[in-house]
């Protein structure tokens, strides 16, 4: 029997072996239920799409540097590798000497892939650091909202994250738990650098408690639950009810919002407020869950353990901090925050760790991984502005009470993301995409982004080199061993680096003299140095091909030592408790995000349908579409849509029609799946299909031409891709092919010259 070659991924760990000349993929054996997404890895691994050869825009060959129009549909020119390095450094060598390093976005973010030395956003912001320095980015589109919002209410968003009330807790303890947004089975695969074990699938089997999934789409809670099919976009109405509800029949907590935190009278008044109450009769007519329905569920949550939850997905959206806020104001009137199976939690069912009790940094140091460096260039953007820097440099705007300027960006680097996958209203990011000079991209297949680049780099994928991987609170750390050989002439991100560095004359400080290999070795070697348990010799870790970490603590309440002793254990927040109201967030001023939560009503829309643009369960964002999961799930080669048979049948849609889907930014093609597992009047549509443009319209299913290209509010400007509004019809005659699955025309050197 061939020993299977370990490695692992963001959807957890696994091991491979050749069989036939074919790669089968095998799951890892302490793995208690291994994910889905295992199934692209074969079938995607060398599949067409993937890039074999360094490639430049044809017109950007011709013509050099210089805004354009850039055709997803353009030829590209093959070149040899040492051009593709010249062209670079030259171009980056240019743009350094003229308009000055700030005009360089090496922002770069992206998921890549597991392995935590070929980290491409890393190994890129390493490079350009050392290159003069680059705009970077903040925050994420995942959390963007929360990111900035929570140091505010809670002190800081590590600990919500990272520190979360365990399952177990939870599992033993918690009577009712009120899933706002629920807790997606679909989404706890996936871990920045994987979870060797996936254990919340079980735990949630294990549930005690009665769950209330507060959600438009049922399939949001796995397992049994009291579905309360909520309107998108209102669980603060809701939230703000069942406060309401609570204090008018005195069952809130006096004692707790006293003692723990501050500015309850002004969200109080709020709440009460003469002329414009929020109780539930006022919230039913908002979020369309009936008003004796709000107060029971009140009730209930007063009498019972209670655990309120709110998704990732719920701050993705315009004003993306009110459902968060207010989920801990309404935690903090129950008073049982810090208790056992009580409280506030944030991203069950948004990422594999969140609740997870594997190993902590305290117990295992941080596990390694490659150092950015220093950037020598202060200048960021909150990771969701990109379009609207690259349209309107030298513009001002707002972030959390600072007053920012777009700089005037002329080259593009981006290396392990795609953001015409991750971006919202992608026709106008097209737009924005015409603005600077160059774009490079590394990357291992020709996604979208790498067809709006000029000039592509080839990259390997993780089964083609030597790396290892942990996730945050993974069991292991996992030896991923080189199984196959590169693709074409893809180069590792880190070579390709070493390349440019060498040709602006800094290569001795990217590489400091290691090959890939020395340095896995070198960062493995430091960590167990001064890692707080004992830790074998690297060739000993490489040989056995993992490394089990010690364990966690099993049982942990979040903010349970705040609780037990708020003066010696303060929040980090300027009164040291919970702000239900922040005086901080109501100095800066914003009309979007006051100082309390509050209900901002979106304003009309004259597109009927609620589009919910979540994540996928085939894939992990837009990443191996081509793979065998991700095809099986399309309809007639396009992304499924979700649609309730009264929105179908008002529209004369049958099951598996192909369906155009628009707004007024633009449309996409995509297949009718009719279920009464949805609320009437949403349909749902995930992210991560291939874009695929002919003109507006996007013919694959990317329902990021559809959302718009605003910020949650002006104090994160996070992401708000989660919601959209449109209409639906069938789409009579043949439907444009789908094109994204085969290369760009791809021209030699010698054809194009
Ligand atoms: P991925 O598809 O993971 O999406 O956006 P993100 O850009 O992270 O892209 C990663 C790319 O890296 C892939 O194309 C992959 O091929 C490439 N890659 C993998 N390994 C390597 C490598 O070693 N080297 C190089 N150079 N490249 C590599 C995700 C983002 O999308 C996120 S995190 C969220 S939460 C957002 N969610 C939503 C949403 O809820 N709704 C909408 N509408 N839009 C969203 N977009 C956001």
Same mark, same amino acid.
């Given at each position: 029997m061939t020993r299977l070659t370990p490695t692992t991924s963001h959807w957890g760990a696994f091991g491979v072996r050749m069989s036939r000349g074919e790669v089968e993929v095998i799951p890892h054996p302490a793995d208690p239920a291994p994910s889905p997404l295992l199934g692209n890895v074969a079938s995607a691994l060398r599949h067409p799409t993937r890039v074999a050869r360094p490639a430049v825009r044809r017109s950007w060959l011709k013509h050099g540097p210089g805004p354009r129009a850039r055709s997803a549909g353009e030829e590209f020119v093959e070149v040899a590798w040492d051009e593709a390095l010249d062209l670079v450094a030259a171009e980056l060598d240019r743009v350094r000497r003229g308009p000055g390093n700030e005009a360089v976005f090496g922002g770069s973010y992206g998921w890549a892939s597991a392995g935590r030395f070929h980290h491409a956003q890393s190994q890129l912001h390493r490079f350009l650091g050392l290159a003069g320095g680059y705009t970077s980015s903040r925050n994420s589109y995942s959390l963007g909202t929360s990111l900035v919002l929570l140091p505010h209410v809670v002190g800081d968003s590590e600990q919500v994250v990272r520190r979360a009330s365990t399952w177990p807790t939870i599992t033993e303890n918690t009577e009712l738990l009120v899933a706002f947004g629920g807790v997606?089975?679909?989404? +706890?695969? +996936?871990t920045p650098g994987g979870v060797t074990r996936h254990v919340t699938p079980g735990h949630l089997k294990s549930l005690r408690a009665e769950v209330a999934l507060i959600s438009p789409l049922r399939a949001d809670f796995p397992l049994d639950a009291r579905w309360y099919p909520i309107r998108p976009g209102t669980d603060v109405a809701l939230m703000l009810a069942l406060a309401h509800t609570l204090v008018s029949e005195g069952l809130h907590d006096r004692n707790f919002l006293d003692r723990y935190c501050t500015g309850f009278g002004s969200f109080e008044r709020y709440l009460l407020s003469q002329d414009a109450p929020k109780d539930a009769d006022w919230a039913a007519g908002v979020c369309g869950i009936s008003a004796d329905g709000i107060r029971e569920l009140a009730r209930r949550m007063a009498r019972s353990r209670t655990l309120i939850t709110v998704t990732w997905s719920l701050q993705r959206i315009r004003y993306g901090e009110q459902p968060v806020w207010a989920g801990i104001a309404l935690a903090a009137l129950l008073g049982q925050i810090g208790l056992p199976g009580g409280g506030f939690g944030h991203g069950y069912g948004s990422m594999g760790d969140v609740g997870d009790h594997g190993p902590t940094a305290e117990r295992t140091g941080r596990v390694p991984h490659l150092p950015q460096g220093r950037n020598p260039v202060s200048t960021f953007i909150p990771v969701a502005r990109i379009a609207d820097m690259l349209l309107h440099p030298g513009e001002a705007y707002d972030y959390n009470g600072q007053t920012l300027k777009y700089p005037d960006i002329r080259l593009v680097y981006w290396a392990g993301g795609n953001p015409f996958h991750h971006h919202q209203d992608l026709n106008r990011l097209r737009r924005a995409f015409a603005r600077p000079d160059t774009i490079v991209v590394h990357e291992p297949y020709w996604t979208a982004t790498a067809r709006h680049a000029d000039i592509v780099l080839p990259a390997t994928s993780t089964l083609e080199r030597d790396d290892f991987g942990s996730g945050r609170r993974d069991t292991h750390l996992i030896a991923m061993r080189r199984a196959v050989e590169p693709y074409g002439e893809a180069r590792d991100d880190y070579d390709i680096l070493a390349g440019l560095a060498a040709r602006l004359g800094v290569y001795d400080e990217f590489t400091e003299g290691r090959t890939a290999r020395q340095w896995l070795e070198h960062l493995y070697t430091a960590w167990r140095e001064t890692a707080p348990f004992s830790v074998p010799p690297f060739a000993e870790f490489w040989d056995e091909g993992e490394l089990e970490l010690p364990p966690g603590p099993e049982r942990e309440t979040l903010f349970e030592r705040f609780r037990a002793d708020p003066e010696a254990n303060p929040l980090r927040t300027p009164s040291g408790g919970i702000e239900i109201t922040s005086a901080t967030v109501a100095g800066f001023g914003y009309d979007d995000c006051p100082g309390h939560p509050v209900w901002l009503d979106p304003g009309p829309d004259p597109h009927p349908l609620f589009l919910i643009a979540n994540q996928p369960s085939t894939r992990l964002h837009s990443q191996l579409d081509p793979g065998a999961v991700s095809q099986a799930s399309k309809i007639s080669e396009r992304e499924p849509l979700s649609m309730h048979p009264s929105d179908a049948s008002a529209r004369g849609i049958a099951d598996g029609d192909v369906v155009r889907v628009f707004n007024d930014r633009g449309a996409c093609l995509s297949g009718a799946v009719l279920s009464e597992d949805l609320r009437p009047g949403v349909v749902q549509l995930a992210t991560g299909a291939w874009y695929d443009p002919l003109g507006d319209l996007c013919v694959h299913g990317n329902p990021n031409v559809l959302t718009t290209d605003v910020p949650s509010s002006r104090l994160s400007q996070g992401c708000a891709g989660q919601h959209a509004r449109v209409d639906v019809e069938r789409f009579d005659g043949d439907p444009p092919p +789908?094109? +994204?699955l085969a290369p760009p025309r791809l021209l030699s050197r010698e054809v194009a010259s």
């Open positions: 997606p089975e679909k989404n +706890v695969y +996936v +789908v094109t +994204v």
